[in-house]
């Protein structure tokens, strides 16, 4: 870059919200239509994430007359309710995820997951703007195809304005109940204190400009520093995967720096990078398991790696690369850090229930669920990954101290067969659940059923 330019990476973004708001939908809205159209192309669907480079973001929001300038490359955007890990996890105190969109769904306002999701971040400091989905099924909705909101607002009739107007008022309020000011968009003068609303469409694209724009707009505008391109690799693994073919690999996100063939990597265990693989871009998606190669790959991208030995790394972790001059026993030392801040955080009296979930986040977000203040619920134990016959030993020891504590609390993880048979042979519960709440739910119930 010219000196006084600033060198900033693409902004990472992630689509949270309660199911069937309509996060998948959004997404295959904004990618869909310029594939559709063959309009400015270069749209690439990553490895748990997609890619929108800045031309195309342009041509998508060409209608707002924005004359903003666009700093960024591009917006990463991370897709799947999967990825919790993402959201959930600081790397060394910085938040993975540059900003969120929270998708409700208009004619539902908040539901348990849209709070839950409010709540992790928060938890994170993330900013966030909310996509007010499926305003075309405002009763009489006219549609705008892929217009601007404010547009697309001036063709309805007055009853579709009033049911807008009170089914907002009506989810404005919901947040204000969660501690939250909110606004929408273009009415909003202190974008900062108050979140603004972009309401949507992800069947006939209302809406979609301005949220794109806001996006982009608000990540260049405050977050130049977070964004400023660094050379010190920054990586994070979302998902650990058997692909036939490549054996156990991990999906990453590069938030910062280049990873190439051949760099050696740790976390958890030392290992080389056998191969970079991204998938065939848009149109070739349907030509089954193949992938593209990559010599190296610079951030901010979607990653699948191959190599020996992934079977042991954790979804949620950071990957460490060893330099020419770095000292391995020393990162490996830092690799573990991850692991060890979460397991600081139970509590060591030793009573408690034994809680397992599928990443480190998510595990991570669960305990400091479990430890707040209006929750309460102690833990002996952790695990990650599905429930195995040697967790229900674990968590059987609590049925001589405390019976209501040998219990599972599994979030978002499979329980073996083997393991359940164990489980009630020795009277372990256990709950399962997608929902953090609900865990909670059914513990408390479980409980007082014990009491009575
Ligand atoms: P997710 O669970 O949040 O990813 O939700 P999906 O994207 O899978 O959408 C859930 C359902 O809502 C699907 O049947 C979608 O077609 C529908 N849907 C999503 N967005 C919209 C929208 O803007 N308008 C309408 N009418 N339906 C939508
Ligand atoms: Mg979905």
């Given at each position: 870059?010219?000196?006084?330019?600033?060198?900033?990476?693409?902004?990472?973004?992630?689509?949270?919200?309660?199911?069937?708001?309509?996060?998948?939908?959004?997404?295959?809205?904004?990618?869909?239509?310029?594939?559709?159209?063959?309009?400015?192309?270069?749209?690439?669907?990553?490895?748990?994430?997609?890619?929108?480079?800045?031309?195309?973001?342009?041509?998508?929001?060409?209608?707002?007359?924005?004359?903003?300038?666009?700093?960024?490359?591009?917006?990463?955007?991370?897709?799947?309710?999967?990825?919790?890990?993402?959201?959930?996890?600081?790397?060394?105190?910085?938040?993975?995820?540059?900003?969120?969109?929270?998708?409700?769904?208009?004619?539902?306002?908040?539901?348990?997951?849209?709070?839950?999701?409010?709540?992790?971040?928060?938890?994170?400091?993330?900013?966030?703007?909310?996509a007010l989905n499926k305003v075309?099924?405002?009763?009489?909705?006219?549609?705008?195809?892929?217009?601007?909101?404010?547009?697309?607002?001036?063709?309805?009739?007055?009853?579709?304005?009033?049911?807008?107007?009170?089914?907002?008022?009506?989810?404005?309020?919901q947040f204000k109940e969660q501690?939250?000011?909110?606004?929408?968009?273009?009415?909003?003068?202190?974008?900062?204190?108050?979140?603004?609303?972009?309401?949507?469409?992800?069947i006939t694209g209302e809406g979609?400009?301005?949220?794109?724009?806001?996006?982009?707009?608000?990540?260049?505008?405050?977050?130049?520093?977070?964004?400023?391109?660094?050379?010190?690799?920054?990586?994070?693994?979302?998902?650990?995967?058997?692909?036939?073919?490549?054996?156990?690999?991990?999906?990453?996100?590069?938030?910062?720096?280049?990873?190439?063939?051949?760099?050696?990597?740790?976390?958890?265990?030392?290992?080389?990078?056998?191969?970079?693989?991204?998938?065939?871009?848009?149109?070739?998606?349907?030509?089954?398991?193949?992938?593209?190669?990559?010599?190296?790959?610079?951030?901010?991208?979607?990653?699948?790696?191959?190599?020996?030995?992934?079977?042991?790394?954790?979804?949620?972790?950071?990957?460490?690369?060893?330099?020419?001059?770095?000292?391995?026993?020393?990162?490996?030392?830092?690799?573990?850090?991850?692991?060890?801040?979460?397991?600081?955080?139970?509590?060591?009296?030793?009573?408690?229930?034994?809680?397992?979930?599928?990443?480190?986040?998510?595990?991570?977000?669960?305990?400091?669920?479990?430890?707040?203040?209006?929750?309460?619920?102690?833990?002996?134990?952790?695990?990650?990954?599905?429930?195995?016959?040697?967790?229900?030993?674990?968590?059987?020891?609590?049925?001589?101290?405390?019976?209501?504590?040998?219990?599972?609390?599994?979030?978002?993880?499979?329980?073996?067969?083997?393991?359940?048979?164990?489980?009630?042979?020795?009277?372990?519960?256990?709950?399962?659940?997608?929902?953090?709440?609900?865990?909670?739910?059914?513990?408390?119930?479980?409980?007082?059923?014990?009491?009575?």
């Amino acid at each position: 870059p010219k000196e006084g330019e600033e060198n900033l990476r693409s902004p990472i973004c992630c689509i949270m919200g309660h199911v069937d708001t309509g996060k998948t939908k959004l997404l295959d809205c904004i990618r869909g239509t310029n594939v559709q159209e063959g309009e400015a192309g270069g749209i690439t669907q990553q490895i748990g994430a997609t890619y929108f480079p800045a031309e195309n973001i342009r041509e998508r929001t060409r209608e707002l007359k924005a004359d903003a300038k666009l700093k960024v490359p591009g917006l990463l955007v991370i897709d799947t309710p999967g990825h919790e890990s993402f959201t959930n996890l600081r790397s060394r105190g910085s938040s993975l995820c540059d900003l969120a969109i929270l998708v409700v769904d208009i004619m539902h306002g908040l539901e348990p997951q849209t709070i839950e999701s409010l709540n992790l971040l928060r938890m994170r400091d993330t900013e966030f703007i909310v996509a007010l989905n499926k305003v075309d099924r405002l009763y009489g909705w006219k549609t705008c195809k892929n217009a601007p909101i404010v547009k697309a607002m001036k063709q309805q009739t007055k009853d579709v304005v009033n049911e807008f107007n009170m089914r907002l008022t009506g989810i404005i309020t919901q947040f204000k109940e969660q501690g939250l000011n909110t606004e929408l968009y273009y009415k909003n003068k202190e974008m900062g204190e108050t979140f603004s609303i972009v309401p949507t469409s992800a069947i006939t694209g209302e809406g979609i400009p301005d949220l794109l724009l806001l996006l982009v707009n608000w990540a260049q505008k405050t977050m130049v520093e977070k964004l400023t391109y660094v050379d010190d690799v920054q990586c994070t693994v979302l998902e650990v995967k058997v692909i036939e073919g490549h054996g156990t690999t991990i999906d990453v996100v590069l938030v910062n720096g280049v990873l190439h063939e051949g760099d050696q990597i740790v976390g958890p265990i030392v290992t080389t990078i056998r191969a970079l693989l991204t998938p065939h871009p848009m149109k070739e998606l349907r030509v089954k398991g193949t992938y593209v190669h990559h010599k190296e790959i610079k951030a901010a991208q979607g990653i699948k790696i191959t190599a020996q030995g992934l079977e042991h790394a954790i979804a949620g972790t950071a990957l460490h690369v060893i330099g020419p001059d770095d000292d391995i026993e020393a990162i490996k030392e830092q690799a573990m850090e991850d692991m060890e801040s979460v397991l600081s955080r139970i509590d060591k009296s030793g009573e408690g229930v034994y809680v397992q979930a599928s990443t480190l986040g998510s595990l991570e977000a669960l305990l400091e669920f479990l430890k707040s203040p209006a929750v309460k619920i102690p833990v002996s134990g952790i695990g990650i990954g599905p429930v195995h016959k040697k967790d229900i030993m674990k968590a059987g020891v609590m049925l001589e101290r405390k019976k209501e504590y040998a219990t599972i609390l599994a979030f978002d993880v499979k329980v073996t067969t083997d393991a359940r048979e164990l489980a009630d042979e020795m009277g372990v519960k256990i709950f399962c659940a997608d929902i953090i709440y609900h865990l909670f739910d059914q513990f408390k119930a479980y409980i007082e059923s014990i009491k009575e």
